[in-house]
């Protein structure tokens, strides 16, 4: 990994889409700093359009998609994309499962929640577990035993898992990040990825994030990612001095600058 400070106004002049994890990525301990939303703002005024890619829940993210300054979200991990609707009142959704298939995806995945919760009595479900149409979460314990109880558990029960710093997510279908992404880049953007990756930057800190660190050219890690290096296989290229979100604020900056 490279310092970012010591990145050039050449490194990011092609970028035109800013991914980025949210939770201690735009958050630092739980907070949106006004500086960070600003950093939003900068970039959206400039024509870069931004789309935050987390596990966090479909309710947090519609909440986001309204009346933040980015251009859509994809939650829950990949299970959802969520953008404002055209007359900018409303939210548009598109599922990772078809639309008639959330009713059994939610179904089976109470069954594993409770599966999960009956093999590890330590297990508790994460207190935004309400607000998910996608997935399932338990809390972190940040007892490793313990957690790995929990991943084996969820995935003996037949669903993927992924850990972040907050939780512990299982959810149905096989996709990630990186999946959602490309679907959703091609769909409701025209972009293919594959294609198009001198265009893309993604910013992140944590294990979830390895899939579209592996896969783009343009990766910013915030500082905290080094706590997580020895379980993402392709590190980011480049790295923050500041965490979360005084991190993210380092890589608009360095986007903002090549731009101009």
């Known amino acids: ?37 600003a950093a939003l703002e900068r970039l959206q005024t400039l024509g870069i359009q931004v789309i935050p890619v987390t596990a966090a829940p479909a309710g947090w993210c519609d909440q986001m998609a309204r009346m933040w300054p980015i251009d859509g979200v994809i939650g829950e991990n990949g299970g959802i994309f969520l953008r404002r609707s055209p007359d900018a009142h409303g939210v548009v959704r598109r599922y990772w499962h078809a639309v008639e298939a959330q009713a059994e995806v939610a179904t089976q995945l109470q069954r594993i929640a409770h599966t999960v919760k009956a093999a590890v009595p330590e297990a508790v479900m994460a207190d935004d577990q309400a607000f998910r149409l996608t997935s399932i979460a338990f809390s972190r314990t940040y007892d490793p035993s ?50 198009k990756r001198d265009a893309i930057l993604y910013t992140g800190d944590s294990t979830n994030d390895a899939p579209m ?31 979360g979100g005084r991190g993210f604020i380092e890589a608009a900056d360095a986007v903002i600058r090549s731009q101009r």
Not at 215 to 229: N, Q
């Open 146 to 195: 313990v957690d790995k109880k929990i991943v084996d558990a969820l995935r003996e029960a037949g669903a993927n898992t992924t850990v972040n710093n907050l939780w512990i997510l299982g959810w149905l279908g096989g996709y990630d990040k990186l999946s959602m992404t490309r679907r959703v880049m091609r769909e409701a953007y025209g972009v293919d990825i594959d294609a």
């Open 1 to 37: 990994m490279q310092e970012l400070s010591g990145s050039t106004f050449d490194d990011f002049r092609g970028i035109r889409f800013v991914l980025t994890d949210m939770d201690e990525t735009l958050t630092y301990r739980g907070r949106l700093s006004a500086a960070t939303y």
């Open 213 to 243: 660190f592996a896969f783009f050219k343009h990766t910013i890690g915030v500082s905290t990612v080094r706590e997580h290096l020895s379980d993402i296989p392709v590190p980011p290229v480049w790295i923050t001095d500041g965490p």
